[in-house]
């Protein structure tokens, strides 16, 4: 007796692999600012930019759209969601509201391995931060200072316990630097008008001594000095 092959399927099976790809370089440029507010999102065009066809593009842009960073319209496709002061205001209040519950959460729940991976994630944004210094940074490097910026966030509400928390915390970092980005580019002087580092120490030092009051204030308020100067980008633009 002869039993079928199962592990060599007769027909195609869609590998999620070129979707995944045209999801990420899309967002990647949505969020840096390459593919513009307002630019039509052709699928000719897409093709030809980051050669892949149209299937894959197509499951990226929708998947785009239920983030917000991408806005379809009847007959005319997709286009790149719109900035404006008061989108980006809302996201960042609202930023604010979840991300400091999240933190007061994770304060109150607080472990061994959750102060542990705070430190290890500020110490990694740190020496990335110094590598970065002077201007010099290629995108490489650029990328990876935020990648561990993002880590060191996330490490702050990582004991929230609560996957929703999370959720909402994932998607409006999204929102938000989609605006912060751009900003850091176009802003000069933005570094020298104020002191991130200092501002993530500070939220930690008060995290790790367990003052949900400090952390949740100084959390709120690096934040709204983020909002203040992209709002001023935002109005001399």
């Not at 099976?13 to 840096?32: F, G, N």
């Not at 499951?59 to 969601?81: H, T």
């Not at 993530?200 to 995290?207: D, L, M, S, Y």
Request: charged share 25%; proline share 4%.
């Amino acid at each position: 007796m002869i039993l079928p092959a199962f592990d060599t399927p007769t027909t195609p099976v869609k590998s999620p692999t070129l979707t995944e790809q045209a999801y990420h370089d899309l967002k990647r440029d949505i969020m840096s600012g390459e593919l513009t507010p307002g630019q039509p999102l052709r699928l000719e065009f897409l093709k030809q930019k980051y050669q892949l066809s149209f299937s894959p593009l197509r499951e990226a842009l929708n998947r785009l759209q239920s983030e917000r960073l991408v806005n379809a319209f009847a007959l005319k496709g997709f286009r790149v969601a719109p900035l404006s002061v008061k989108e980006m205001r809302d996201s960042i209040d609202t930023r604010i509201f979840v991300d400091c519950e999240a933190l007061k959460r994770s304060i109150e729940r607080a472990t061994d391995q959750w102060e542990t991976q705070i430190v290890a994630a500020l110490h990694a944004l740190d020496i990335a931060t110094q590598r970065g210094k002077g201007g010099t940074a290629g995108d490489a490097q650029y990328e990876l200072i935020e990648e561990r910026h993002l880590a060191l966030h996330q490490a702050l509400v990582a004991a929230c316990d609560s996957r929703w928390l999370l959720d909402f915390s994932a998607r409006l970092y999204v929102q938000t630097e989609r605006y912060r980005r751009p900003m850091l580019v176009s802003t000069a002087g933005y570094h020298s008008q104020r002191d991130v580092s200092c501002e993530h120490q500070e939220i930690v030092t008060a995290a790790l001594s367990r003052n949900i009051g400090a952390a949740t204030s100084l959390l709120a308020a690096h934040y709204e000095k983020t909002a203040t100067l992209i709002e001023r980008a935002l109005t001399v633009t």
